[in-house]
T-cell receptor, first 114, second 115 residues
Framework: AQSVAQPEDQVNVAEGNPLTVKCTYS??????LFWYVQYPNRGLQFLLK??????LVKGSYGFEAEFNKSQTSFHLKKPSALVSDSALYFC????????????FGGGTRVLVKP | DGGITQSPKYLFRKEGQNVTLSCEQN?????MYWYRQDPGQGLRLIYY???????QKGDIAEGYSVSREKKESFPLTVTSAQKNPTAFYLC??????????????FGNGTRLTVT
């Protein structure tokens, strides 16, 4: 069975500082990996995905993520956080051999303080 | 503008009543999904459909039912058999059947409160 772990319930960072949101995954085959962001009382918005190729993936709003196969991780990063980045972030995985099911982590709340 | 519309945004029901949540998409997507979101638990898959007139149970299908009579619509019924129905319900779609690298597009959710 596939699974995703986001070990931090909340990340606090000062505006202008680097932001990292951690994600590790477990799948039986090769993964498709995704990051989404959710603002209060809204649906999830897609940020970026890893399918194959370069381990560093660039996405929307200045976010990027690094795929590390040996550590089974896909951490989300932003070099300089903005107050408007405060939101709930979800990592998700699909197993290429496991069908169309997308499994989400429990989410990490990011709070960027001015 | 294309997108996914969930209605209503807020829904209140008495315990023991069935309630149906609406989800409509005009993105021409084949696959549609229903997720339930509870605080601290992330999203859990209730049902999904990859094609009209076909759907599969997700991880927490008990107490829920769906239909997929039209490509654009995937309504979710929360029945009285669902033990803890109060939650935020999210509908999503993806562009192609078997397109596992396609991200999901989400609606803005329906917050259901059952008392």
């Amino acid at each position: 069975a596939q699974s995703v772990a986001q070990p931090e319930d909340q990340v606090n960072v000062a505006e202008g500082n680097p932001l990292t949101v951690k994600c590790t995954y477990s799948v039986s085959g090769n993964p498709y990996l995704f990051w989404y962001v959710q603002y209060p009382n809204r649906g999830l918005q897609f940020l970026l995905k890893y399918i194959t190729g370069d381990n560093l993936v660039k996405g929307s709003y200045g976010f990027e993520a690094e795929f590390n196969k040996s550590q089974t991780s896909f951490h989300l990063k932003k070099p300089s956080a903005l107050v408007s980045d405060s939101a709930l972030y979800f990592c998700a995985v699909r197993d290429r051999e496991g069908g169309n099911k997308l499994t989400f982590g429990g989410g990490t709340r990011v709070l960027v303080k001015p | 503008d294309g997108g996914i519309t969930q209605s209503p945004k807020y829904l209140f029901r008495k315990e023991g009543q069935n309630v149906t949540l609406s989800c409509e998409q005009n993105l021409n997507h084949d696959a549609m999904y229903w997720y339930r979101q509870d605080p601290g638990q992330g999203l859990r898959l209730i049902y999904y459909s990859q094609i009209v007139n076909d759907f599969q149970k997700g991880d927490i299908a008990e107490g829920y039912s769906v239909s997929r009579e039209k490509k654009e619509s995937f309504p979710l019924t929360v029945t009285s058999a669902q033990k803890n129905p109060t939650a935020f319900y999210l509908c999503a779609s993806s562009p192609q059947t078997g397109g596992y690298n396609s991200p999901l597009h989400f609606g803005n959710g329906t917050r259901l409160t059952v008392t």
